[in-house]
């Protein structure tokens, strides 16, 4: 099968503007995450609406497509610039996080792995929580939880903690059940991608905002792969400063 990475990536951010171009470790978060992944995959390119990314992703001799500023979310702006590439040969389609510079190769092979079953349509990753990680992880409304089946496929995403332990305090749930912690890299095939691009945002979607619960109420299979690995995802220039002191703590180790 042919695996192709898209990185979206944009300089307008809310709470941390211009974040894939700010410098991590002497290199600029959007390279991290394009060295992490490049070996990994047939093909990546970084997805950006911003000709000052463009130039940057040039700059270290990754691959890069202009999209559209209108995207709605990094599933649209994988799938326009899927759509640019002509990908229609392509089998999977992954979008990669552009603020996971730390992102690992075994992530990928796990979601990878995921379409050894033919009927799979999506997939994406999870990481169980242990009691180590504390309530306050559990609680975090910016940590989406998922509950599965049998199967390993999502039942549903939500900021909630889920499920609700009955009969027991809070502080004992995590020591009685094991709980998902979602990691955003999602992964389709690429008729699945355009396909989800196209349907209007639903009921759940906007209650949670969260994308993916617009997939599972149009009854797509959403495949979930279990990693063990704690991503370092950056949202502000606060947690900047925390994948600094981590990178500064692997160098001193090693």
């Not at 640019?84 to 992102?103: H, R, S």
């Not at 008729?191 to 149009?218: D, F, G, Y």
Request: net charge negative; glycine share 6%.
């Amino acid at each position: 099968m042919k695996y192709i990475g898209i990185i979206p990536a944009r300089y307008a951010s809310t709470r941390f503007p211009a974040k894939p171009l700010a410098m991590l470790g002497g290199k600029m978060v959007i390279e991290r995450v394009y060295k992490q992944v490049e070996n990994q995959l047939d093909d990546v390119y970084v997805a950006t609406d911003d000709e000052r990314i463009e130039q940057a992703v040039k700059s270290f001799g990754g691959q890069v497509v202009m999209t559209s500023t209108e995207c709605r979310s990094g599933t649209d702006r994988c799938w326009e610039a899927a759509d640019k590439l002509q990908l229609e040969t392509t089998d999977v389609v992954i979008n990669i996080q552009g603020d996971e510079p730390f992102i690992q190769p075994r992530q990928i092979a796990a979601i990878k792995a995921c379409f050894d079953d033919q009927s799979v349509d999506i997939a994406t990753l999870v990481k169980p929580f242990v009691p180590a990680d504390g309530l306050a992880a559990l609680e975090n409304v910016n940590s989406p939880k998922v509950v599965v089946n049998n199967k390993m496929e999502a039942l549903y995403f939500s900021r909630s903690i889920i499920p609700f332990t009955r009969g027991k305090d809070k502080e004992e749930w995590l020591a009685g059940h094991t709980y998902y912690k979602h990691i955003g890299i999602y992964a389709y095939r690429t008729n699945v991608l355009k396909e989800i691009t196209r349907l209007p945002q639903s009921s759940l979607e906007l209650a949670e905002s969260l994308e993916q619960l617009r997939w599972l109420e149009n009854g797509y299979r959403i495949k979930v792969g279990v990693s063990d690995i704690e991503t370092i995802g950056i949202d502000t220039p606060e947690d900047l400063e925390r994948a600094e002191q981590f990178l500064h703590n692997v160098k001193c180790k090693v």
